[in-house]
C-alpha cells in the first residue's frame, strides 16, 4: 500500500496503526513520529508567513477566506509522481489543512483514482470513528481495535483519579487576538479532565469571543492553545498580549492559573494524542492528581506585560 497523507492526525493515525512503512508523503505540518516523516516528501504547502502575529494571521486568514483563496495547496506534480493508492485529508476546517473537495478533485484526475479518506471529528468519538476509518481503508481493523481500547483506557483511569473532586472553571483559548473559545472535542478533553469550559462549546466550531465575556465567565484557570502553536509559541503570544480590563479580578489571574500549551500537539491535532491532552489539563486543574503527561509551562500574571 502506499499512503499519501495530507494532514498530520491521519499521519499519527496511519502510525499508530503499525503503517509508517507505507507512507510515501506527509503535509508540511507533520512533525511525528519525527523518525518517520523526516525523510518522507512534503504534499502540501502554506500560504500563510511564517512570521505573521496572531492578528496578523487572523487578519490574513479571513482576507483569503473573503477571496475564495485557499490557505494550502497539494504539491500536484510530486503526488502524481508518488502513485498513491490511498489519499488521507480532512474536511472539518479548510483553515487548518487542504481541503477535503481539493483533494478528491486531485485524485479523480490521477490515473489510478486513488480513494480518499477524509477525516471530519467534530467531538472525541470522532476521533475513535476516524481511527476505525483508517482502519477499514488499511486492513488493520483488529491494530485499531487495540488502538481505542488503549485510548478508552487512559481515559477511564483519568475520570477515576478527578471523580469527586470540585470542578473548576476553565476557559480553553484556541486564539489569543482576536479571543477565540476553542470547540470541537476541546470542551470534552476539559470535562474528561475534571473541568468545566465556561465558553466554547463541545461538538462545535471554536467562537470568537471578546475578552470582556472572558472577564465575565470568571474562570478559575486559563488554558493557552492557540491552534497549531507549540507551547514556546503560545506563551511568547499571551506575554506580547495586554491584559484586558478587570483581568486582574478574575481567579486566572492568580499565580500559575494561566497555563501555555502545546496546542500542536495535543489539542488542534484529533489524533491519538489527545489523550496526553486530556492527561496534562487534569493535572493543572487538580495538582493532586497522580497523572503522567508532560509538564506544562506555567506562566503567571506577574510575568507579563498588563
Not at 489519499?87 to 489543512?97: N, P, W, Y
Request: aromatic fraction near 6%; include cysteine; glycine fraction near 6%.
Amino acid at each position: 500500500m502506499r499512503i499519501a497523507s495530507l494532514l498530520p492526525s491521519a499521519t499519527e493515525i496511519v502510525c499508530a496503526l503499525g503503517l509508517q512503512d507505507a507512507l510515501i508523503g506527509v503535509s508540511h505540518e507533520c512533525d511525528t513520529p519525527a523518525a518517520v516523516v523526516a525523510h518522507l516528501p512534503r504534499l502540501t504547502r502554506t500560504a500563510v508567513p511564517a512570521d505573521f502575529t496572531s492578528r496578523q494571521i487572523d487578519d490574513f486568514v479571513r482576507d483569503k477566506t473573503a477571496r475564495n483563496e485557499p490557505l494550502y495547496e497539494i504539491e500536484d506534480a510530486l503526488l502524481r509522481t508518488l502513485q498513491p493508492d490511498l489519499i488521507i485529508t480532512q474536511a472539518v476546517c479548510d483553515v487548518c489543512a487542504v481541503s477535503h473537495a481539493a483533494a478528491c478533485s486531485l485524485a479523480a484526475s490521477l490515473p489510478n483514482q486513488p480513494p480518499v479518506v477524509s477525516l471530519n471529528p467534530v467531538n472525541l468519538e470522532g476521533i475513535f470513528a476516524d481511527i476505525a476509518a483508517v482502519a477499514g481503508a488499511t486492513g488493520t481493523l483488529s491494530q485499531a481495535n487495540r488502538l481505542t481500547s488503549a485510548l478508552r483506557a487512559r481515559i477511564e483511569r483519568v475520570q477515576t483519579a478527578v471523580h469527586g473532586r470540585p470542578r473548576p472553571a476553565v476557559f480553553a483559548c484556541e486564539w489569543l487576538d482576536p479571543p477565540f473559545a476553542a470547540g470541537h472535542w476541546v470542551p470534552e478533553m476539559v470535562a474528561l479532565a475534571g473541568g468545566r469550559e465556561v465558553l466554547g462549546r463541545a461538538g462545535r466550531p471554536s467562537e470568537r469571543v471578546t475578552w470582556e465575556a472572558v472577564v465575565a465567565a470568571a474562570p478559575d484557570y486559563m488554558l493557552v492553545m492557540p491552534c497549531g502553536f507549540p507551547q514556546a509559541a503560545a506563551a511568547a503570544a499571551w506575554q506580547q498580549l495586554p491584559r484586558p480590563r478587570g483581568w486582574e479580578r478574575i481567579p486566572a489571574a492568580q499565580p500559575g492559573r494561566v497555563v501555555c500549551l502545546d496546542a500542536n500537539s495535543y489539542f488542534s491535532r484529533p489524533g491519538p494524542r489527545f489523550i496526553d491532552g486530556v492527561e496534562q489539563i487534569a493535572a493543572i486543574i487538580h495538582a493532586g492528581a497522580l497523572l503522567p503527561g508532560r509538564p506544562p509551562q506555567q506562566t503567571t500574571l506577574a510575568d507579563q506585560r498588563v
